[in-house]
């Protein structure tokens, strides 16, 4: 049993998709999010300024004292998670491995498709992840550098996003599955299904909390949890955003990282 | 006479517009023009940040023994430009004094829309500059984030910019002219002026080009001179998106600053 928080951190306001799954799947576990608002997009940055970024974040929720630190940020993971699980021994998650074994364990997805940032598709992670992990998969990548803008815009579900979304898929072919790379995307999932009806659309905020609930040691809190919702820059969308998506009003606190 | 080049910079493609209009108005003076698409947006990040990031790019041009400086960016121009201009010998000018200009010679414009990243706007620079030099304007301002990444992206006349121009400007009053104070928006300017007809559209680009004209001292070449096209990160879109606004193929460097 171990009652210190998890903590987790992303670029803005995406991650709160996974904060949601985390808090379906263990709503006694009091939650420590970091949304770094200030640097928002890490999508178009330099690997060593998204790896310097992340070990602030990191710095930050050792602070206050996490047992684990989730990255839940799609270009984090894919710059920067190698680079910080060498230098801390807390244990540092990010959003790609618990998909990939999802992937693994259905025989049946063989035509995968990824969306992410222009950084995460660049990086390769997902298809050097999914290919050497899983035989004979075929992996199409699209960069959609416009979606996380669009989301923390709050536009997830009008005319716009829908085309946008459009715009982004008309090229891919049949698929069995689509990896929404980024945890911003989450919040465009229903319009996604609409437009790939015979496809699964993954959410790695799904997978990645049924993931940390088998590996972590879990609190005895026998009820849920007061989360701590932390942001770098307060000005901004989030409040708006986090409402659409959590059906619920979240206190705000600034953190200087 | 002074035959050295002028020099300009932007955060990515956007300043190309402004580019444009230099070398419409002065063809035969020689440019030296830096994007800076490593750290491409601009928009969203931090006054010192956007400082430190101006000073790097004029180290980068003086070294190429400009004679003027263009900050060829709404937001650098509102957030870096008294700072800079304390700092600096060489005369920097920014895209926002000479429109205010222009608009003060113009009795007829009484009611100014500005769109602009959301750090021009919350700057106050268009605001505060054309209230405190025009007397009874009314000045209206609006946020559009998605629009500076939606230009880097090549979206310029497609139904999603179409409808994403019009969400923005959705709410003005009836203006007499509207500035567009980012240096990108001008890719924009068919679908605004179609969406807004009775509305003059100010590019600040335009308005920068006769400015300086009458400010510097030109070169004496007697031909279009060869420019010279620098980007920090050349991984990008900028050679669509400047052949859709230049109508010409351009050569391209690699910058470190």
Redesign the interface.
């Known amino acids: 049993m171990d009652n210190r928080p998890i903590g987790m951190f992303d670029s803005g306001v995406g991650g709160l998709t996974v904060y949601k799954e985390i808090k379906k799947a263990m709503p006694n576990e009091k939650i420590i999010y970091l949304g770094d608002t ?1 640097n ?2 890490y999508g ?1 940055k ?1 690997k060593q300024s998204i790896i310097d970024l992340s070990k602030k974040n990191i710095d930050f929720l050792l602070k206050q004292n996490v047992k684990t630190i989730v990255i839940a940020c799609g270009t984090a993971t894919s710059q920067a998670l190698e680079e910080v699980q060498s230098i801390y021994k807390v244990p540092i998650i990010g959003i790609i491995q618990p998909t990939i074994e999802y992937i693994k364990s259905k025989e049946n997805i063989k035509n995968v498709g990824v969306i992410a940032t222009r950084g995460t598709i ?1 990086s390769k992670s997902w298809e050097v992840n999914l290919k050497s992990q899983i035989e004979d998969i075929n992996v199409y990548n699209k960069e959609c ?2 979606l996380a ?2 989301a ?2 709050g ?1 997830v579900d ?3 996003a829908k ?2 979304i459009h ?1 982004y898929i008309k090229e891919f072919p049949k698929l069995d599955a689509l990896i929404l790379g980024c945890t911003h995307y989450p919040l465009f999932k229903k319009i996604i299904e609409e437009q790939m009806p015979n496809t699964e659309i993954i959410n790695t905020g799904e997978k990645l909390a049924s993931h940390i609930k088998n590996m972590i040691e879990l609190s005895t809190n026998k009820e849920k949890a007061q989360d701590e919702i932390y942001l770098t ?1 307060t ?1 901004c969308n989030f409040i708006n955003v986090s409402y659409k998506l959590l059906n619920e009003k979240i206190e705000l606190k600034k953190a200087t990282i």
């Open positions: 200030k928002f997009p178009s330099s660049r550098p416009l803008p669009m923390e815009e536009w009008n005319e716009i085309l946008t715009e820059d000005e």
